[in-house]
């Protein structure tokens, strides 16, 4: 679905969000069936679509749904023969309580019987999942459930942002990405959520939203969600992969400072001590005050969450520009270059960004809830969202280091014009 005229998005859309079936009738994003017609629905993480689906020729695959016969089976009464239809098969977890609806290309071949079965790109990360057969612990299946769809929620955005997204385990074994999803024991250890050189560990409880709230309400956090966790370890993951090393090193140090100061110990004083005063002058979280590695990951965290309710709101047709509200826009010496090229684009989606979460909170206050969006974004925070917008933008990761260069020349670009500015 387009946004309607004069709600153009600034920068380039994801995933949209906004679908509909067949039959006509809005559908969305986790759903692998029209609730108006039966059809069955998939989604297609290279196209970034919920598609209505139909059987195929081969036993077990699908196509997206036709009104043409003539289409599926390569037959056309003109006697030209048309391409023939992308075949599909569902992920296999689509029947477990994760309810993958996700589809796995399959060129209309699917897997003989014994064969492993078929993931698709998100539920192919994982290397470890709940026991759902635990009888102390039978929400396992439900916990897990939630979990898995705050996780495709991140890895549609990630493909549709364009960011190497691979599974470690059988993908890319030296720089990709897995998941851990592990339930506390009742007698401890407990589960602690965190990276570790591409491995992202999820307590599972944290999708059990009494837990996850009495805990939020402990560390006097604003906003905790399973995909704000998500969002938050994988802008580690990308620190690691995309910044370390490069030439992005410098910009890093100017915005978030040096990583090398002693890790544990900023965490032990943060937990002793609390952030530092006003630190909503220069952060977008308490946490974030930390140390440089979790500034980073938060803003990571913050910039996701930007572009994919941007996205959603285009995709729904809620306008971003137009809505009647007094406030003070941010000016481009506000962003980490202001003086490149796409600057504007940036500065019009920011500015976009606080006119929607200033409408969005008034709308939670009148249902009584809190607010939807309880972030201040101070001009630093705005700066180092730029700084991220810019490296995600870049394709600094492309092969033969062809993405790196063209970061470099981005960045000597920005500082060049600065010079003559």
């Not at 059988?170 to 050189?197: Q, Y």
Request: proline residues 9%; negative net charge.
């Amino acid at each position: 679905m387009s946004p309607p005229p004069g709600s153009q998005p600034h920068l380039p859309t994801l995933a949209g969000r906004a679908y509909r079936c067949q039959c006509g009738c809005p559908v969305f994003f986790r759903n692998s069936e029209c609730l108006a017609c039966g059809t069955p629905l998939g989604y297609d993480p290279e196209q970034a679509r919920l598609l209505p689906l139909m059987p195929g020729t081969a036993p077990g695959s699908w196509v997206i749904w036709q009104t043409e016969p003539a289409a599926l089976s390569g037959h056309a009464g003109d006697g030209i023969l048309p391409p023939p239809a992308l075949a599909y098969t569902r992920c296999a977890n689509l029947q477990t309580p994760a309810a993958c609806n996700w589809l796995v290309p399959s060129n209309g071949q699917v897997d003989d019987a014994g064969a492993a079965p078929l993931l698709c790109r998100a539920c192919r990360l994982n290397r470890t999942i709940p026991d759902l057969n635990d009888p102390e612990h039978p929400d396992n299946g439900v916990l897990w459930g939630r979990v898995e769809l705050a996780k495709r929620r991140l890895v549609s955005a990630l493909l549709a942002l364009g960011l190497p997204v691979a599974s470690r385990m059988t993908e890319d074994t030296a720089r990709g990405i897995m998941f851990d999803i592990l339930r506390s024991p009742d007698n401890g250890p407990h589960v602690m959520t965190g990276h570790d050189t591409g491995l992202i560990t999820l307590n599972l409880q944290e999708a059990d939203d009494a837990v996850r709230e009495a805990v939020r309400e402990t560390m006097r956090e604003p906003y905790r969600t399973l995909l704000g966790h998500f969002r938050h370890e994988v802008g580690h993951y990308y620190w690691d992969r995309l910044v370390c090393g490069t030439p992005w090193m410098e910009g890093f140090h100017q915005l978030f400072g040096d990583e090398n100061q002693d890790y544990l110990a900023s965490l032990r004083l943060n937990y002793e001590q609390g952030p530092p005063d006003q630190w909503w002058l220069h952060y977008v979280s308490a946490y974030a005050s930390t140390h440089p590695w979790e500034d980073w990951a938060e803003c990571w965290a913050h910039y996701l969450h930007m572009r994919d309710t941007i996205d959603t709101a285009l995709g729904f047709g809620l306008p971003t520009e137009s809505a009647q509200l007094e406030f003070t826009p941010f000016t481009l010496d506000a962003l980490y270059q202001p003086v490149h090229p796409e600057a504007q684009h940036f500065l019009d989606f920011l500015n976009d960004w606080t006119r929607l979460t200033t409408m969005l909170n008034e709308m939670s206050r009148s249902m009584g809830q809190p607010d939807f969006y309880p972030f201040v974004l101070p001009r630093e925070v705005v700066a180092k969202l730029h700084f991220i917008h810019l490296l995600v933008t870049s394709a600094s990761w492309l092969p033969d280091d062809a993405g790196l260069v063209r970061a470099a020349q981005q960045q000597l670009e920005g500082q060049m014009q600065g010079q003559i500015q």
